[in-house]
């Protein structure tokens, strides 16, 4: 441990003993707020989305095509910039070619989130509410955001360090190789793309689906189990009445659960992923916006990125 502590770095050293100032402040200003029963994060009113199972699936593996598309689309355009078949593109070259890459996979994210928000607004009505943005609260959001940063982004930098250090886990991310052909792309698809397309795929649509799926009433949870007959007999016996109140946790787990495996390869940030996924989901569930939660992730990324340039030879 001592070898460890003497090996450090003034960036290493600034996380683990300057930094965690931060976040204690913040958590102790955060704990004597709710001891004297004025907790800024009490959970908000809010209803059920209106989007169901189906639509969640199809928007998350639209997620996933809409990436898929745009890196298919570069092949091509890299081909003809290189003059060389198609088949002839390996990762190298598609590395080198990042300012073809990395417009590509923006612009099809954005493209698809796009078409994701209007899918939901034209076939389910679903208001800027339903879709965690409140115009009226939109400044306590960003504040929020920034506070939260200051809470939990030492924490998880710290984690992160700890967890390296105990399983010598090496990051590995693509975005290491491609910062060095395209900087502004990749700071660009890292710091905002990212966030937003994250954001609102796991905060809004697939938590903000689950939340409704707790909420919904029992009858219309047996009924899709059982059928309306068999629901009739055993409703009575069977099933306690929920509170329409209630928000529950475990969304915020199976999210974050999902949201550090789309991370996995990527070394230990997986596990540091999962309590940063965690706070994201916890503020979601009390503020019902996803804006603190994009505030959060921006800066994070953020600090992330640019520690990266200065770590780079």
Same mark, same amino acid.
């Given at each position: #441990? &001592?070898a460890?502590l003497?090996?450090?770095?003034?960036?290493?050293?600034?996380?683990?003993?300057?930094f965690?100032a931060?976040?204690i402040?913040c958590?102790?200003i955060y704990?004597?707020?709710?001891l004297?029963?004025?907790?800024p994060l009490?959970?908000?009113q809010?209803?059920?989305?209106p989007?169901?199972?189906?639509d969640?699936?199809?928007?998350i $593996?639209?997620?996933?095509?809409?990436?898929? +598309?745009g890196?298919?689309?570069?092949?091509?355009l890299?081909?003809?910039?290189? /003059? &060389?078949a198609?088949?002839?593109?390996?990762?190298?070259?598609? #590395?080198?070619?990042?300012n073809?890459?990395?417009?590509?996979?923006?612009?099809? *994210?954005?493209?698809?989130?796009?078409?994701?928000?209007?899918?939901?607004?034209r076939f389910h !009505?679903?208001?800027f509410?339903?879709?965690?943005?409140?115009r009226k609260?939109?400044?306590?959001?960003?504040?929020v955001?920034?506070v /939260?940063?200051?809470?939990?982004i030492? %924490?998880?930098?710290?984690i992160? &360090?700890?967890? !390296?250090m105990?399983? *010598? =886990?090496?990051?590995? !991310?693509? %975005?290491? %190789?491609?910062i060095? !052909?395209?900087?502004i792309f $990749?700071?660009? *698809?890292t710091v %905002? +793309?990212?966030?937003? +397309? =994250? =954001?609102?795929?796991?905060?809004?649509?697939?938590?903000?689906w689950?939340?409704?799926i707790?909420?919904?009433?029992p009858?219309?949870?047996?009924r899709v189990?059982?059928g309306d007959?068999?629901?009739?007999?055993?409703? @009575?016996k069977k099933?306690k009445?929920?509170?329409?109140?209630r928000?529950?946790?475990?969304?915020i787990?199976?999210?974050s659960?999902?949201?550090?495996?789309?991370?996995? /390869?990527?070394?230990a940030?997986?596990?540091a992923?999962? @309590?940063?996924?965690v706070f994201?989901?916890?503020l979601?569930?009390q503020?019902? *916006?996803?804006?603190p939660? &994009? +505030?959060?992730h921006?800066?994070?990324n953020l600090?992330?990125?640019?520690?990266?340039?200065y770590?780079?030879d």
């Amino acid at each position: #441990m &001592i070898a460890f502590l003497q090996n450090l770095d003034f960036a290493d050293t600034m996380m683990l003993v300057v930094f965690p100032a931060f976040p204690i402040a913040c958590w102790f200003i955060y704990l004597l707020l709710i001891l004297r029963r004025n907790n800024p994060l009490v959970l908000s009113q809010q209803r059920e989305v209106p989007w169901g199972v189906l639509d969640v699936l199809i928007l998350i $593996a639209t997620m996933w095509l809409a990436k898929l +598309v745009g890196q298919i689309v570069a092949v091509f355009l890299i081909a003809a910039s290189e /003059g &060389i078949a198609i088949d002839a593109i390996d990762s190298t070259v598609a #590395m080198r070619n990042a300012n073809i890459l990395l417009p590509c996979s923006i612009v099809f *994210s954005i493209l698809q989130l796009g078409l994701a928000v209007f899918f939901l607004k034209r076939f389910h !009505h679903a208001t800027f509410e339903d879709l965690g943005i409140n115009r009226k609260s939109l400044g306590r959001d960003i504040g929020v955001g920034l506070v /939260g940063s200051l809470m939990i982004i030492p %924490v998880i930098l710290m984690i992160n &360090i700890i967890i !390296h250090m105990f399983l *010598s =886990e090496k990051y590995d !991310h693509q %975005v290491m %190789v491609l910062i060095r !052909h395209s900087m502004i792309f $990749a700071g660009l *698809s890292t710091v %905002v +793309v990212a966030p937003l +397309v =994250e =954001e609102f795929h796991f905060r809004i649509f697939l938590q903000g689906w689950m939340q409704r799926i707790f909420r919904m009433d029992p009858t219309k949870k047996m009924r899709v189990i059982q059928g309306d007959a068999r629901t009739e007999k055993m409703l @009575v016996k069977k099933l306690k009445r929920e509170s329409a109140e209630r928000v529950p946790i475990w969304p915020i787990f199976l999210c974050s659960l999902i949201f550090a495996a789309m991370h996995s /390869g990527q070394g230990a940030a997986p596990y540091a992923l999962f @309590v940063f996924s965690v706070f994201l989901g916890f503020l979601y569930r009390q503020t019902h *916006s996803v804006v603190p939660c &994009i +505030v959060v992730h921006f800066v994070l990324n953020l600090w992330s990125f640019v520690a990266l340039i200065y770590s780079l030879d």
